[in-house]
């Protein structure tokens, strides 16, 4: 039987099969394919050559220590104005409070992301990571985008090195992806013109790795952007990668405009999330790992994305934090247990194993 009807995937198909690279044009040919069938199986190969039937995902809790934030950015339905109704920024006591809850939970992350804040000083972010260290010290942080390292830099007048050493004396261990959203321009520009451009994020992930803590990254999807916005960002986070070598994952985040003043705009279906799950398995060739977020997929979408090249569901989340629940695709859900995760997973065909931040095999569950 023919592999497919899609030629243009069939002539694909055989330079995966040899383990070459595919071009800018081969990603653009693989988004526009409509056997998706084939597509996934070809995304399935690779991911199973990487992790055979392994697939992770951890106990942790995201905690937004702000929503205050200088920065507009259109797809964002989580920030407000330091004077708004609703805005907060959480005390260093609070923050332990939380991270006490998660480790009686089992979390073994804790991660950190939120606005940009202003009215906080430097200070405020060593003296938390030291803080939650000093109670928790086999916590793992994973804290702060690069995008809020680029605002540190600037604000506090500090190099970026210098900002990252502090933040790692003070016990950040790792950085989440998240503020990649989208490098081309104008593109870039159209939703998020306040944060630092694509090349910065770039360039300070590089200086993160170079620091020797880890990093994932995102692409933030189904929103204004074009598939060759999509390809770019993947061949872009490819030769960083090639040269700095410290991603560790690469988390597609499928575009909620409920609350956001792209609202009117529909979001990804479906068949867009699952091909884009496909492509970037396939483009981004040196990522070890690809995350389908249930959060913003949904169960089923994430559970079905597994055989589309994703190999971890992300985590527990307990309590997602506001920001969190301000994307969540199903009614604000932002919460699974530990065994449903491993339900979703084993019902899929695959083995569950429970990893932490940096991907060592906590509990290895029986399927």
Not at 64 to 74: G, L, Q, R, Y
Not at 307 to 320: E, K, P, R, S, V
Request: aromatic fraction near 10%; glycine fraction near 8%.
């Amino acid at each position: 039987m023919q592999f497919s009807h899609d030629k243009n995937l069939s002539l694909i198909s055989e330079k995966i099969e040899a383990g070459e690279r595919l071009t800018f044009d081969e990603g653009i040919a693989l988004f526009k394919t409509d056997d998706l069938n084939a597509l996934g199986k070809l995304a399935d190969f690779v991911r199973r050559k990487k992790h055979g039937r392994t697939t992770y995902f951890n106990v942790n809790r995201h905690f937004n220590h702000t929503n205050i934030c200088v920065a507009d950015c259109k797809f964002c339905g989580f920030y407000k104005r330091a004077r708004e109704v609703g805005a907060y920024t959480h005390s260093i006591e609070e923050g332990i409070e939380i991270a006490k809850n998660a480790v009686a939970e089992g979390a073994t992350e804790l991660h950190i992301v939120g606005g940009l804040n202003t009215k906080l000083p430097f200070e405020y972010y060593t003296d938390l990571f030291s803080s939650l260290k000093r109670e928790f010290p086999k916590l793992h942080l994973k804290a702060l985008t690069m995008v809020e390292l680029d605002f540190f830099a600037r604000f506090y007048k500090m190099a970026d090195e210098e900002v990252i050493q502090h933040l790692k004396a003070a016990g950040m261990d790792s950085c989440p992806g998240g503020g990649a959203e989208i490098f081309a321009e104008p593109t870039r520009s159209r939703i998020c013109d306040h944060k630092c451009d694509g090349n910065r994020w770039l360039e300070l992930a590089g200086k993160v790795h170079t620091a020797g803590l880890k990093t994932n990254a995102t692409m933030l999807y189904g929103h204004i952007e074009s598939i060759e916005d999509r390809v770019d960002h993947f061949v872009k986070l490819r030769e960083q990668q090639d040269k700095s070598g410290g991603f560790q994952c690469f988390i597609p985040l499928a575009f909620y405009p409920n609350g956001t003043a792209l609202s009117s705009l529909p979001g990804p279906d479906a068949i867009d999330n699952l091909k884009t799950i496909a492509v970037s398995r396939l483009m981004i060739d040196n990522f070890d790992h690809i995350k389908a977020y249930w959060v913003m997929l949904g169960k089923h979408t994430a559970q079905t994305a597994l055989h589309f090249g994703a190999n971890d569901l992300d985590g527990t989340i307990t309590d997602g934090g506001e920001l969190t629940e301000s994307y969540a695709v199903e009614n604000g859900e932002v919460k699974m247990s530990k065994q449903e995760l491993i339900q979703m997973i084993e019902n899929a065909g695959f083995e569950a194993v429970e990893r932490d931040t940096v991907y060592n095999r906590v509990e290895k569950v029986a399927a």
